[in-house]
């Protein structure tokens, strides 16, 4: 059973990237829904660290595919761990990242994200939620 992490305010910092825009295009299956989601990111000028990896936060969700920029990226070009996407040398310039997510709403038990109850999908993406249904700068 995961414990419970709690979240200070005095731990948080300027995020090193911006999100301007995002783009989900999500194609409905009780067992394996298909996220398309399109992102458009900047470095963040107030970001407090130079090195700058973009981390997205993600549960309980599968990336099929990611590219930047147009370019279909590989496994050497990200790590993927439980709990988040991390793209270690991103683009010092404004980009796109098209991200492919599955999830599974039927198993999501969560209350949170997307998930199927009673035959009604739901999103409950307050406050970190929306990590289970793609990557995402997920911040309360």
């Known amino acids: 059973m995961p ?3 709690s ?7 300027p995020p090193p990237y911006l999100i301007d825009t995002v783009r989900l295009d999500v194609d409905l299956h ?4 298909k996220i398309v989601s399109t992102l458009k ?5 107030k970001a407090t660290k130079a090195v700058r990896p973009l981390v997205l936060d ?5 990336l099929v595919s990611a590219t930047l920029d147009g ?5 050497r070009d990200y790590i993927v761990t439980p709990t988040a996407l991390t793209f270690v040398r991103p683009p010092s310039t404004p980009f796109t990242l098209e991200l492919v997510t599955t999830c599974n709403p039927t198993a999501n038990t969560q209350l949170s994200g997307l998930y199927l109850s009673r035959g009604i999908y739901t999103t409950q993406c307050e406050a970190e939620g929306f990590r289970r249904i793609t990557y995402f700068l997920d911040r309360p």
Do not use: W
């Open 7 to 13: 979240v200070r305010l005095a731990d948080y910092a």
């Open 30 to 33: 009780p067992t394996e829904t």
């Open 71 to 75: 370019k279909t990226l590989t496994t």
């Open 58 to 62: 993600g549960e309980a969700i599968t």
């Open 41 to 45: 990111l900047r470095p963040n000028p």
């Open 3 to 5: 414990t419970h992490t």
